[in-house]
């Protein structure tokens, strides 16, 4: 074999990926050429190095945690029904709580097993499910005007509808789903690519509590109360980001 | 199969192979939030197609999914990236390896931003297959399966892509050894 075929080949030799009939030719060709075997060494180096220094991405443990719950739709059984009055007492007793501490009037708190903490979970599968299930709309609209009337038939009381594209937080429609057991409207944010799911509830049947800002399964949460409303964002978008939605929903 | 054995029997196959997974997606999106969205993108649709699986290497059979789901959003998201590659003469003559100061080379090659940075201008068919042989160590045939192409053209992509990584790299620590000197 000549200097151009070896060189040529030595990559896949090195790699272990030549045949072994052009194996035994390249070992003979390198016996004997100094100046080939030196190549070959700085090539064995240069992959060395390569493999050494090139950056490798682990996967983020949120993306994995997101991911591991979307692959199990079917699981678990849901635990026995919840009882609203039971916890309500506690939440207002916290809010009055924080209230009283958080003088600033940093009205969030994260709840770590806190009374909220199954709707949490609620509004966490709902939003997983809709991405899942490809079923993330029913009604698919970025005109508030024509979202709105849709669910005036399908529910007791329609939700506020408000299209965000000039803030960057276009809306893709909406759909009917459940909280709590439930039916509740879900509308349907985007920005950067990621979906948003908006639940919103009249108080009084699902979801009243503190103001609340929470992390659960990768995915960011927050709540609040506006009017006679309750409001649940869910998204995996940063949380800055998502605190932006709600002051944009916010607004009067 | 049903509902909970086939979610178990997913997760065994799949969620070992996240890193590799979003390791490829990053180095072919070269952005942290384009390689998680490709990455769940592609196990959603590695989720809806598991039936189709045979069982055989739950690794190779993620990794060419994530790997089409990249290229499908490069071709959306950047198609100036996915320019025809050159002829094969016209990059800068053999593919085959240098006999020019092999020692150099491996000792500056401890630079590492220098390195990714080179990795990372590599067109997307050279960085994929540099990113599945050096890092993943996969053999020609699981990248040739992975990337759907004959193994010659593992072969020959992945000699030209260190063929570039080599001469870029000398090329650059010449003009810094010029800036320095």
Redesign the interface.
Known sequence: MEH?E???????WL?R?VDPLAQGEIEAHLAGCA??R??????R???????A????????PA??A???A??????PARPAPRRMAAWRPLALAASALLAVVLAGGIGYFSSLGGPQDPLVQDVVDGHVRS??AEHLIDIASSDQHTVKPWFDGRLDAAPPVRDLTTEGFPLVGGRLDYLDGKSVAALVYRH???PINLFVAPLGTSGAGPALATTRQGYNVRHWVAGDMSFWLVS?LEMTELAALEALLRRP | MTGPDRAVLFEQAVLPHLNAAYNLARWLTRNPDDAADVVQEAYLRALRYFDGFAGEDGKAWLLSIVRHTCFTWLRRNRPAELAPLPEEREDGGGHGIDPDDPETLTLAARDRALLNRLIAALPPEFREVVVLRELEELSYREIAAIAAIPVGTVMSRLARARARLRSDWRRLCQAETKHGA
Not at chain 1, 45 to 51: E, K, N, T
Not at chain 1, 53 to 60: I, K, L
Not at chain 1, 70 to 75: F, I, K, M, V
Request: aromatic share 6%; charged share 25%; net charge negative.
């Open positions: 151009e070896v060189r040529a080949l030595a990559g896949a790699d990926e100046a080939c030196a190549a070959v060494d700085g090539a180096g240069f992959s060395a190095a390569i493999r220094e090139a950056e490798y991405f682990e996967a983020p993306l994995v997101r991911l591991a979307a692959s199990r739709p079917a699981l991405l899942q950067r690519q990621h995996d």
